[in-house]
């Protein structure tokens, strides 16, 4: 169980932020760092056994049913992503304390970046696809939070937007990728997923599969053609830029691909469409990064870039590829994160990240400079730092991979002109900021927003204090120690992240600066020196860029946005006009459609059973229920006379349970059918007393004709399936009602035991519809018309005396029977849901016949707190299980000899009923005596509304 406290302590540590604020900035910052610091404890407790190949891994049973279990696993390419996670993590949190303004919602922030580590650290632990997948969605929404933290500009949400957007259609992809694995290999969990990727290959869902799953790493690393939001994402604020770039939102992609490698990997289309996407996106990203402005633009390019390298090796896929991408993992993390942080300390000192008015600042800021300097060499891939020797190894694979058969010599040609582009954006980082001298013109003016120019201040810049440089600071230095001893620093982590990758397949490496005069480290000396002769004409390329004007990812994406709006509402005015007979019309004609369809493959209507021979009594059920549906239709106008006619058919249900021995629906149904007419008849009175008398020939046609083949359609339908011999679950319920649940009434029991989570599911949606509507209708007052259509008034006694006798002497019989009701349910007919119908209607009965001033002022319930603790009730029931080692929502049961009464069996679903029948009272009483209570005799005037209205206007 210890794998479990490593998400649950950086989850617990969301809530240090709030509950520290008050300590101030720094001290609160190093609080919110403790938690995360003793996860990265634990998972550094079994770097030993990570170190020898073992997979440590734990599992709870969650859903089991749907496959999802709450199952993790610590391997090494979890230990090497873990390690990123939390120790990169740890040292962008301290650093944010000293970069985030005192004016900075800090507690928010901070949680907001807990929350984000742990659903990281959840992606890469998870042991299951779908918990994978659940954490993987929880990034997309998060990083949504964190991109747009400063909500109010308008950059910073259109990022969070477009990030959003693309990674959650990434994520449904994947989920979708996710099903067809399991469906294919009978699993979710990840071992057997990892083990069967021959089943998977020779699958023919194979080729789907690997593009839903492309599709889903390539839309959160950024790959190309999905790069555009990331760059667009730098809206955030630096510490997020920092912690997304390096070590996690961009490398879930990654660590996907590398994950699932065994399984999906080692075919020509993987390694066709990861090689293509790298090389692309590898040569676009480092094009660009060369050409911008912001230094936080160039960084988030030079990203974009990197991360094609990795998904290059992985498509490339040579043991000694797949060492290389999870080397370049651990490298590009540590000089990506640094030089985010050294951009953030260079604007939060100079006040302005354009390289253009930067320049000499190395006098200015030389522990800055050293910071950059050093990480800036790693990401050029300069010896002797680590970048050089993960570029080494691509080179190597370059140079000799056969991919692409003769037309393989494209790969180092590509990757060259990648290397150099890598070269010449670092050294413009490193040169532009810190050694280039400052144009006088760009430091006597600038172009304002407006467009016009104003005297600018010359910057005046130091060195930050020491919490800000030296998280950076400590990186940069391990990038040149990671540079000098590969071997101590980096190859057993490596090594042990590539045998969870590749298994057996693990290739003995040597990590070494010095390999001898090679071709790779001539390509790599041809790098650095056209990528200094591209910083030298880069005055020239950037006016050749110019004349090829790129196109805003932005403005791309807010316009297809919009006409994907614009489309959806043209849908929706189409199909939504105002008119309920519509609405009902369209919903029918959709049944009757795909009824229709699924009818149509039957060989033969009929089946071979028998049918029940026709009595007397069924013919007049029948011919009564007729009569009361058409009348019930003919009545429309009437509204009163039509409600009467519908509950004859209500009651007439409720006869036919009780002919075929189901006295719970009879109950049920009787219940029902009180309470829905007292709404109705609520509902009805706000209403026009007579609808309008014309109908229109054709609408009347319409109605006629969806009536009938609807009609004709379910009585098909249900005399196929009434003469087919069916396979039930009944016999089921009938045999383990008394040993699996303790009780004879096999409804209830299948209410409150064996379907347990679908009556919580169903008393929450009530739960939730009753709020819904008590808010709606809370402080709501309309005007009481004083008579009826004719013009007759309503009866001066508003609350007749004899309903007052009859409703008083009604309520404790009535009470009684509700509780007797709830107590026989486990074994005879009743149970929570009918008892707490019985009571709603028995208190409703007292509003109505003593009104609601009255009745409230002897009655002072809460009735939405009713609901509430029903719904708490029955939720800690199912939690309750949990303590005992048994699955949500277990229950149990046994017999007890009790003084005066005897032996008596109790069962832990009596609680769980106790909740149903609080919620179905709460819920059913929040919307019917707010329904009858939102009257008044006072006509509301225009300047009541004024001043019943929000003061919005008003200054």
């Avoid at 190949?53 to 279990?69: A, F, H, N, R, Y």
């Amino acid at each position: 169980m210890s794998l479990l406290w490593i998400p649950l302590l950086t989850l617990a540590g969301t809530l240090v932020p709030v509950l520290t604020e008050t300590l101030g900035r720094r001290r609160s910052t190093l609080a919110t760092m403790a938690l995360p610091l003793l996860a990265l404890l634990i998972v550094l407790t079994h770097t030993s056994a990570l170190f020898s190949g073992d997979v440590i891994s734990m599992q709870v049973g969650w859903l089991p049913q749907l496959g999802l279990d709450l199952a993790f696993r610590l391997d090494g390419l979890t230990l090497l992503f873990a390690l990123l996670i939390l120790g990169i993590g740890c040292l962008i949190l301290f650093y944010a304390g000293y970069y985030l303004s005192p004016q900075e919602k800090d507690s928010r922030f901070f949680s907001f970046m807990l929350l984000f580590m742990t659903a990281m650290i959840g992606i890469v632990m998870a042991d299951n696809l779908l918990l994978l997948w659940l954490f993987w969605e929880l990034t997309s929404l998060l990083s949504f939070l964190l991109i747009g933290f400063w909500s109010h500009r308008s950059d910073a949400r259109r990022g969070a937007r477009m990030a959003l957007t693309v990674t959650s259609a990434g994520g449904l992809a994947l989920l979708a990728g996710i099903l067809l694995i399991g469906n294919i290999v009978g699993s979710f969990a990840m071992q057997d997923v990892l083990a069967a990727g021959d089943q998977l290959r020779g699958s023919s869902y194979y080729p789907l599969i690997v593009t839903l799953v492309l599709l889903g790493a390539f839309t959160k690393s950024a790959q190309f053609p999905f790069h555009f939001w990331l760059p667009h994402a730098m809206a955030a604020p630096t510490p997020v830029s920092a912690y997304l770039h390096s070590s996690t939102m961009v490398k879930a992609g990654i660590f996907l691909l590398a994950r699932l490698h065994p399984a999906l990997g080692d075919t020509s289309l993987w390694a066709i469409s990861l090689t293509m996407v790298g090389l692309a996106t590898l040569v676009y990203g480092a094009w660009f990064a060369l050409l911008q402005r912001d230094l936080k633009g160039i960084l988030a390019f030079s990203t974009v870039s990197h991360l094609g390298l990795v998904v290059l090796l992985l498509g490339l896929g040579s043991p000694l590829a797949i060492v290389a991408a999870l080397f370049h993992i651990l490298n590009h993390a540590l000089f990506k994160a640094a030089l985010f942080m050294s951009a953030g300390v260079i604007d939060h000192e100079t006040g302005t990240r354009d390289i253009r008015r930067l320049g000499g600042l190395w006098t200015l800021m030389p522990l800055t400079g050293t910071l950059t300097l050093l990480a800036g060499a790693a990401m050029a891939g300069i010896p002797p730092f680590n970048g050089f020797l993960s570029k080494e190894m691509l080179l190597t694979e370059a140079v000799t991979t056969q991919l692409f058969g003769g037309l393989s010599v494209v790969i180092p040609l590509l990757v060259l002109i990648g290397a150099s582009l890598s070269v010449a954006y670092s050294l413009r980082l490193i040169y532009g900021v810190f050694f280039a001298p400052r144009s006088p013109k760009d430091n006597a003016l600038k172009e304002s927003a407006t467009g016009e120019n104003e005297e600018e201040t010359s910057i005046q810049a130091h060195d930050p204090p020491k919490g800000m440089y030296l998280p950076g600071m400590g990186l940069a230095v391990l990038c040149l120690l990671v540079g000098l001893f590969p071997m101590t620093l980096a190859a057993p982590l490596i090594n042990s992240a590539s045998l969870a990758v590749q298994g057996l397949h693990t290739p003995v490496f040597h990590f070494a600066l010095w390999h001898g005069l090679n071709l790779p480290l001539m390509m790599s000396l041809i790098a650095i020196g056209l990528g200094v002769l591209l910083l030298w004409r880069h005055s020239r390329l950037s006016a050749v860029a110019s004349l090829l004007t790129p196109k805003d990812a932005t403005m791309i994406f807010e316009r297809a946005t919009i006409r994907i709006v614009k489309a959806a509402l043209w849908v929706t005015l189409r199909l939504e006009n105002g008119s309920l007979q519509r609405y009902q019309a369209l919903l029918l004609l959709s049944a009757i459609g795909m009824t229709a369809l699924g009818l149509s493959r039957l060989g033969l209507l009929t089946g071979d059973a028998g049918l029940q021979p026709v009595d007397g009594l069924a013919i007049l059920g029948a011919i009564v229920m007729i009569f009361g549906a058409v009348s019930s239709a003919l009545a429309h106008r009437w509204r009163l006379v039509s409600l009467l006619m519908l509950s004859v058919v209500g009651l007439m249900v409720s006869l036919t349970f009780v002919r075929f021995s189901a006295p719970d629906l009879a109950f049920t149904q009787l219940s029902v059918e009180v309470a829905s007419m007292i709404l109705l008849i609520l509902a009805l009175f706000f209403l026009p007393q007579r609808p309008p008398r014309w109908v229109s020939p054709r609408r009347l046609m319409r109605d006629i004709i969806l009536a009938t083949a609807f009609g004709l359609i379910i009585a098909a339908l249900n005399y196929a399936v009434l003469t087919r011999e069916t396979l039930s679950i009944a016999n089921f319920f009938l045999e383990q009602s008394v040993p699996g649940g303790g009780g004879t009434n096999v409804v209830n029991v299948i209410l409150v035991d064996f379907r347990g989570f679908d009556t919580l599911g169903e008393i929450t949606v009530l739960t939730l519809a009753g709020l819904g509507t008590y808010k709606l209708l809370n402080r709501l007052r309309l005007f009481k018309p004083s008579g009826n259509l004719e013009g007759i008034r309503w009866s001066r006694h508003r609350y007749p005396l004899i309903l007052e006798v009859v409703a008083q002497l009604i309520l404790p019989l009535a009470l009684l029977v509700s509780v007797y009701i709830f107590l026989r349910g486990h074994n005879e007919p009743g149970g929570g849901f009918i008892a707490g119908l019985i009571t709603a209607v028995a208190l409703l009965l007292q509003y109505m016949a003593r009104g609601y001033e009255w009745t409230s002022n002897r009655l002072p319930i809460s009735y939405p707190v009713v609901a509430v603790i029903g719904l708490l009730i029955a939720v800690t029931t199912g939690l309750g299980s949990w303590v005992f080692g048994y699955p949500f929502l277990t229950s149990s049961f046994g017999y007890f000899d009790i003084p005066l009464i005897g032996k008596t069996e109790l069962a832990t679903a009596l609680l769980f009923d106790i909740g149903v029948y609080l919620a179905v009272v709460g819920a059913t009483l929040m919307i019917l005596v707010n329904l009858g209570s939102i009257t008044t005799i006072h006509r509301p005037t225009l300047k009541a509304s004024q001043q019943n209205a929000p003061a919005e206007g008003k200054k």
